[in-house]
């Protein structure tokens, strides 16, 4: 859902806009939520619970997915003029 948590870091340059996927607030949240035993973790479409299966039982794939996710980003400048991130952002550039 979307909410200004991450509005001081995408003022800093590190938008993740279009990295992290905004799921409905619909039931099975609003059930967690409320739940005398809430779930650890809730997902509310297919495309999440896959991503929870990957990082959960394969993270070494999980990890390569996510490395070249940002190489990707970082190339395509997503990171510009963000100080924060200098030091990655000349990590990934070279990566292929």
């Known amino acids: 859902?979307?909410?200004?948590?991450?509005?001081?870091?995408?003022?800093a340059g590190l938008s993740l806009e279009g990295v992290s996927r905004y799921e409905p607030l619909d039931?099975?949240?609003l059930r967690a939520a409320l739940s005398r035993r809430p779930?650890?973790?809730v997902t509310t479409?297919?495309?999440?619970?896959?991503?929870f299966f990957?990082?959960?039982h394969l993270p070494a794939l999980t990890d390569r997915i996510v490395a070249r996710t940002?190489?990707?980003?970082?190339r395509g400048g997503a990171f510009e003029g963000a100080e924060m991130a200098a030091g990655v952002v000349r990590r990934h550039a070279g990566r292929s």
């Open 45 to 51: 479409t297919r495309r999440g619970a896959a991503e």
């Open 54 to 56: 990957l990082a959960r």
């Open 1 to 11: 859902m979307r909410s200004p948590i991450h509005d001081s870091t995408a003022a």
């Open 27 to 29: 039931g099975a949240v």
């Open 70 to 74: 940002f190489t990707g980003r970082v």
């Open 39 to 41: 779930r650890r973790d």
